[in-house]
Every structure is written in structure tokens, then in C-alpha cells.
């Protein structure tokens, strides 16, 4: 991998438990992986989640920091360290009444389907700016009770077809255990990861993905489908020991060059 610039990572389920801070181990990788190369969090998470899970467990030099890139909302929204904060460098926001529009069909259809839940912990509609986010039981459900909804993924399916069809102009696609996510049409995490490359003038090759879902009609899917290398794993510890792995043999690269 004497080419990689780049390695990207989903968040929920890839480098921590869902809605979860990261693991003092996946931290502690993180932080030499950014001493090697770039990185890159993109999720359907807001920025927000970011913090709560990613940044404020990652003790980082400036440096590090500034090779840390950040993508909220599926690459909706992308993020840099630079003057010693986190600055906004693109947002894809919807309008007023588009957002009104997927509100209304995201909560009419959820109903009508028998997916309007009655006990949720926190919002299951949220506006994100760049997208708008349906988490059948909430932002704050507990892990157990998110994986347990919707094992075969049917729900979700059903869901997402049905306010495809309603929002026909707009990107509609399963997120995480239990969330819709609708963002601008052809808005996806491989738009996220095509204005990577533009910005910091790379190419597919120099890219490596590391995601959960990977498979056919999963969020990380579009990664693959573009051509990045990719990595599958089904949880944290699978990727913490991916990248013990990848940040040995980068160690070992850059020893040999010396």
C-alpha cells in the first residue's frame, strides 16, 4: 500500500458500538494511524455525534489534527481543523420546504406501515441541514434495543421504498440498525468520498475504505461500488485489529524509505 494518502472510516458499528464514544484502544490506533496518514469519519451522524464519540476521546497533536478530515451527514457536510478549529468547508443544506416535504413523508409512511413507534428514547425525526434522519426509536435508543428492531433489515426496506416512491427528486436510503436517511438526489457517502479526492487532488488509489456495511443496498456500499479499495467488518474490535495491523506494515514501509 506504498500509495495510500487516505483511510476512510464509517463510525456507527465500524469504529464504535453505535451512538457510543470509541474504545480507549480504537483511540490510541487512531492517533498513530494519523501520524502516517490522513483520516477520514464520514457517517450520517451531524457533527455533533462526531464530538461526543470521536474528538473528545482523541488526545491529537496539531499536526494530527490537521490530518484528520471530517464528513457529517454522509458527506454532506465536510469539516477541517485550520486556525486551531474545526471549520465548515462545503454544505449541501436543503430548503425550508423541501425539509417539510420528507418530514411529512417520512412520518406518514412510517404510519402507515406500523413503524410509528410509541416508546423511543429522544427524536425520531431529525433535521441534520444537509439531511433528514428517521430513527425508528430515537437518537438516544439504547444499542440492544436498535439491533433487535430490525434483524432482517425488512422494516427498513419497506420504509425506504415507500418514501422513495413519495420523494422521487430526492436520495432516499436505509443508515444505520434503524434510520432513513434522505439527503439531494445522487447526495451519497461515494459523493462524500469523490469530493475528498477533488479537494485534496488524489486518486482512487490513494484511498482506502473501512465500513459495516459494504453489502448490496448498505450506506457503504456506494464506497465500493466507485472502486476504493474496502475493508469489511462487522464491529469495533474487527477494525481496531485491522488497523494495529495496517499501522505496523505503514511503520515498517516508512522504516524502509529511511
Not at 28 to 54: A, K, M, N, P
Not at 63 to 91: I, K, N
Not at 234 to 244: K, P
Request: with cysteine.
Amino acid at each position: 500500500m506504498n500509495d495510500l494518502r487516505v483511510v476512510a472510516f464509517d463510525l456507527d458499528d465500524t469504529l464504535a458500538v453505535s451512538k457510543s464514544q470509541i474504545d480507549r484502544r480504537m483511540a490510541e490506533l487512531l492517533r498513530h494511524l494519523l501520524t502516517e496518514v490522513d483520516v477520514l469519519i464520514i457517517s450520517g451522524g451531524r457533527f455533533e455525534q462526531f464530538e461526543s464519540q470521536v474528538l473528545a476521546h482523541l488526545d491529537l497533536t496539531e499536526e494530527q489534527r490537521g490530518r484528520l478530515h471530517l464528513m457529517p451527514t454522509c458527506g454532506t457536510r465536510y469539516y477541517r481543523w485550520q486556525d486551531s478549529a474545526w471549520r465548515l468547508v462545503y454544505a449541501e443544506d436543503l430548503r425550508a420546504e423541501v425539509k417539510a416535504q420528507v418530514i411529512e413523508a417520512l412520518t406518514e409512511s412510517a404510519k402507515r406501515l406500523g413503524l410509528w413507534e410509541t416508546k423511543t428514547w429522544g427524536d425520531v425525526i431529525e433535521d441534520r441541514g444537509s439531511q433528514i434522519t428517521f430513527s425508528a426509536l430515537g437518537q438516544s435508543a439504547p444499542p440492544a434495543e436498535k439491533y433487535g428492531w430490525d434483524r432482517d433489515g425488512d422494516k427498513k426496506k419497506r420504509l425506504r421504498e415507500a418514501v422513495a416512491e413519495q420523494l422521487p427528486d430526492l436520495e432516499v436510503r436505509g443508515g444505520g440498525s434503524t434510520s432513513i436517511d434522505v439527503t439531494r438526489k445522487g447526495v451519497d457517502k461515494a459523493y462524500g468520498m469523490r469530493k475528498l479526492l477533488e479537494c485534496l487532488d488524489l486518486k482512487i488509489d490513494n484511498v482506502l475504505f473501512v465500513g459495516d456495511r459494504l453489502d448490496v443496498g448498505g450506506n457503504d456500499y456506494p464506497v465500493k461500488a466507485m472502486g476504493i479499495r474496502c475493508f469489511a467488518v462487522t464491529c469495533w474490535e474487527e477494525t481496531a485489529d485491522y488497523v494495529e495491523a495496517l499501522v505496523d506494515d505503514l511503520v515498517t514501509q516508512r522504516a524502509d524509505r529511511a
